[in-house]
């Protein structure tokens, strides 16, 4: 079942009022949940630099851990969310993520209370760092599979049977709300970490995943009590039927022959292949209408244009203060939250298929400063052009995972939708820790042209894949009609006003 257009006279007669309490509720369960992930994301690598001052290995290795573990168990998550109940899915997502943290942030104190373990108790100090590290993928697998139940299930089935701008709106609030978390909870950290100590921010975070659990589970239980919708859609989806795989009855078919055993066997053998759940989530991701837009958006995570790590230590190995950097990066992030208030209005005026066009190729425009930043001798120059470009690209960039994210919600069958939504995860993990590959093979700072120029080829790439994705369902990219009607229009302007000037 998927999300179609409402009728001419649907579309224009009365809808229900939908309860704003219930989708506050919701943003702010959410929030929540976010602000101690992006705490943790922002913490983990100061963290593990502390821990080993004189080797980013530590931070490298966590970075390949957790981004390995969504891009393999992604698709896995996605079925399990399917599977489950809406409580137990809820129930096992805060309980996990922040019970993950907890541990994480007890380790990691103990590894900063006692920074000599590394030389005095070798076990110990690679037993703490196994904990921190299997800790934090656990913690971002079950960030996954709630993000997966918010973003691709319950704002979708909330948003079913009212006006079709509550679905945009709703998909805006809630990417405003992971920005803002992305932008203020790496500030609050880092007053704690200035002002007081590394272990008083593990411990900070710690505290709040014990507290928060609680209030970010009333929240989001208030908002699905409140909401018929979403009681009825986890009625049937508790409903759901076994798997016809699992119902076939396993007795000899009557045509049995002996000289077909080896060919049935062959057959059975993969089918069971095809039946894994890794293998069939993705054989049911590329089966998608959506699938080109979704690798389009994937591609994006093949990049090192973003104030990440990689960037970050380039700019200041370049003599850009820190501060500059910060700044930059708070602008960045401004203009993210921009995108969210732009999203609903051009996608209001442009359909969600033309807004997600339009914003990939802004985004892959404003990227060409940070090519030519290159050929500029300036050293602060340069700088100046990589970090404006990077910026400004935010407009376009997060248009365009509004845009994506719609269209997997309208066209993606309800059956599909977490499964697909796992399997996409599971890909941009994968590219974003294809990335990191690349920076450690090209790890020189005077070599980071070569890995933009990389990342301006996948953002390329990203964006002729969603051109091709537009052409195939609208059969055209421009109204040149209406371009040569405008002309015309302009031309007969001009004309009148030249004779009235000379009249």
């Given at each position: 079942m998927t999300r179609e257009p409402l009728p001419d006279h649907e579309a224009s007669s009365p809808q229900p009022s939908f309860p704003s309490h219930l989708t506050n509720y919701l943003y702010l369960g959410y929030f929540l949940a976010r602000w101690g992930t992006r705490m943790w994301d922002f913490s983990v690598a100061l963290y593990m630099i502390n821990i080993w001052p004189d080797s980013l290995l530590l931070a490298a290795v966590y970075g390949v851990v957790e981004n390995a573990s969504t891009a393999l168990f992604g698709p896995i998550i996605g079925k399990w969310v399917d599977k489950l109940s809406y409580i137990k899915v809820l129930r096992l997502w805060l309980v996990t993520q922040n019970f993950s943290f907890i541990a994480a942030g007890g380790t990691v104190l103990g590894l900063l209370a006692y920074p000599d373990l590394k030389s005095t108790s070798v076990e110990t100090?690679?037993?703490?760092?196994?904990?921190?590290?299997?800790?934090?993928?656990?913690?971002?697998?079950?960030?996954?599979?709630?993000?997966?139940?918010i973003e691709r299930e319950w704002v979708v089935v909330m948003s079913e049977?009212?006006?079709?701008k509550l679905l945009t709106q709703m998909n805006s609030v809630i990417r405003r709300i992971d920005l803002i978390c992305k932008l203020f909870a790496p500030v609050v950290s880092g007053f704690i970490i200035s002002f007081g100590s590394l272990k008083a921010s593990a411990m900070t975070l710690a505290v709040f995943s014990t507290i928060s659990v609680w209030l970010e589970y009333w929240l989001f239980m208030s908002a699905y009590k409140g909401s018929p919708a979403l009681a009825e859609r986890n009625r049937q989806r508790t409903q759901?039927?076994?798997?016809?795989?699992?119902?076939?009855?396993?007795?000899?078919?009557?045509?049995y022959h002996p000289a077909n055993a080896e060919k049935s066997q062959k057959r059975s053998l993969g089918e069971k292949i095809a039946n894994l759940p890794l293998v069939s989530a993705w054989r049911v991701y590329f089966e998608q209408e959506v699938v080109l837009p979704g690798i389009a958006l994937a591609l994006l995570y093949f990049t090192v244009l973003s104030f990440g790590s990689l960037m970050t230590a380039t700019l200041e190995w370049e003599g850009i203060p820190a501060f500059v950097i910060g700044i930059a990066r708070g602008i960045s992030a401004?203009?993210?939250?921009?995108?969210?208030?732009?999203?609903?209005?051009?996608?209001?005026?442009?359909?969600?298929?033309?807004?997600?066009?339009?914003?990939?190729?802004?985004?892959?425009?404003?990227l060409l400063l940070c090519v030519g930043s290159k050929w500029v001798r300036n050293n602060i120059v340069a700088a100046s052009m990589l970090m404006g470009g990077v910026a400004a690209s935010r407009l376009g960039l997060w248009m365009f995972d509004l845009a994506v994210i719609q269209q997997m919600q309208d066209k993606v069958p309800e059956s599909d939708r977490c499964v697909v939504g796992g399997a996409q995860s599971s890909l941009q993990s994968l590219l974003y820790m294809m990335a990191y590959g690349m920076g450690i093979i090209i790890s020189n700072p005077k070599d980071f042209w070569q890995l933009i120029l990389l990342s301006f080829l996948s953002v390329t790439l990203s964006a002729s894949l969603y051109t091709l994705h537009v052409y195939r369902v609208r059969k055209h990219l421009i109204?040149?009609?209406k371009l040569i009607l405008l002309g015309s229009w302009s031309i007969i302007w001009s004309s009148d006003a030249h004779q009235s000037q000379t009249a």
């Open positions: 100090f690679v037993l703490l760092v196994l904990v921190t590290n299997v800790s934090g993928a656990v913690g971002v697998l079950s960030t996954l599979a709630g993000t997966i139940l049977g009212q006006a079709p759901k039927p076994f798997p016809a795989e699992l119902t076939e009855s396993s007795s000899v078919p009557d045509d401004t203009i993210g939250v921009a995108a969210t208030l732009v999203y609903p209005v051009l996608q209001s005026r442009i359909s969600t298929i033309r807004t997600g066009l339009w914003s990939s190729w802004s985004q892959w425009t404003f109204h040149f009609e």
